[in-house]
């Protein structure tokens, strides 16, 4: 058995893997984590880089570039202009990142569910009623991106974006064993809802980015220019930035989750599986 084996053996213990990403100050780890990933020092840049690819499955085989000036810098890596196939039918909406697929399903009496058993509210979700009322009979499918993922976000089809609503909050990681012990975890994070708008019919979807432990960083260069986010403060920023199907949209500094709300006329399409993972460009929702 490999070094990196055992050790992902006891950290996905689920007991110790909680108690280790979440049961410490949240808050702080995050912003350390951020200085530190970001120093271009060489011992510290090799020493971090190499303990990102011991504990992460990383594949840098379709990166644009494999040598980084920080951890940060391997983290928002760029993809090889080839890398990724973006399906072309109009009737397809593609999944905005490469991921895990998470909790999908319909919206029910307003609410979804991070996994059985554990519903929440779309208005706690995404900040306002009336925002939510748009996807009250529709449909959600939630993306998570792990450590070692491509974490650059995109189009999911040509639109426009109408709005970002950003929402402070907590750092709570956001894998499964988190998911299975915290209520409504995706409603006390960090969040930045993004309205968009398809210039095809005019349907209205909603990105969701997440931020989590490690992370509660959230780049939207459309909108925030040099700055992450949350530079702004809470609240609701008006926007008409277009998007070809695919265009790159904004990036995590590290994994996290997207959950996308889509209306009755656009549905998850039938291969999606839970727990399977799945690339940008990708089919995600399909017309009915």
């Known amino acids: 058995m490999s070094v990196r084996s055992t050790l992902m053996r006891v950290v996905l213990q689920e007991d110790l893997n909680f108690l280790l990403t979440n049961r410490i100050p949240r808050a702080a780890l995050t912003r350390l984590m ?63 990142c490469d991921a895990i697929v998470g909790a999908h399903g319909r919206v029910r009496a ?28 529709g449909w959600f499918v939630t993306l998570r991106l792990t450590a070692a993922m491509y974490h650059r976000f995109h189009a999911p089809h040509d639109l426009v974006v109408e709005q970002v609503r950003y929402i402070s909050g907590d750092t709570w990681n956001v894998n499964p064993i988190a998911l299975r012990r915290v209520e409504r975890l995706f409603c006390k994070n960090e969040r930045a809802p993004i309205a968009v708008r398809l210039n095809e019919g005019g ?62 006329g656009w549905q998850p399409v039938a291969e999606l599986v839970e727990g399977a993972a799945i690339r940008m460009g990708e089919p995600l929702l399909r017309r009915s």
């Not at 494999?66 to 397809?92: E, K, M, Y």
């Not at 979804?112 to 009322?133: S, T």
């Open 203 to 264: 349907a209205r979807l909603m990105l969701v980015p997440v931020a989590a432990i490690l992370v509660a960083s959230i780049r939207l260069p459309f909108l925030d220019g040099e700055h992450d986010v949350r530079a702004g403060g809470e609240g609701v920023r008006a926007c008409a930035a277009r998007f070809a199907k695919g265009e790159e949209m904004g990036w995590f500094e590290h994994g996290s989750t997207i959950v996308v709300l889509s209306p009755p």
């Open 34 to 96: 951020g200085r530190v990933s970001k120093v271009e020092h060489p011992a510290v840049r090799t020493v971090s880089i190499a303990l990102w690819r011991l504990f992460c499955d990383v594949d840098l085989t379709d990166a644009a570039e494999t040598r980084f000036r920080s951890l940060h810098a391997a983290f928002i890596r760029r993809l090889r202009p080839d890398a990724r196939a973006v399906d072309g039918d109009p009737g397809v909406s593609v999944s905005p």
């Open 110 to 137: 307003g609410q979804v569910h991070q996994i059985k058993g554990f519903p929440y509210d779309l208005a706690d979700l995404v900040g306002d009623g009336a925002d939510a009322a748009a996807f009250r009979d």
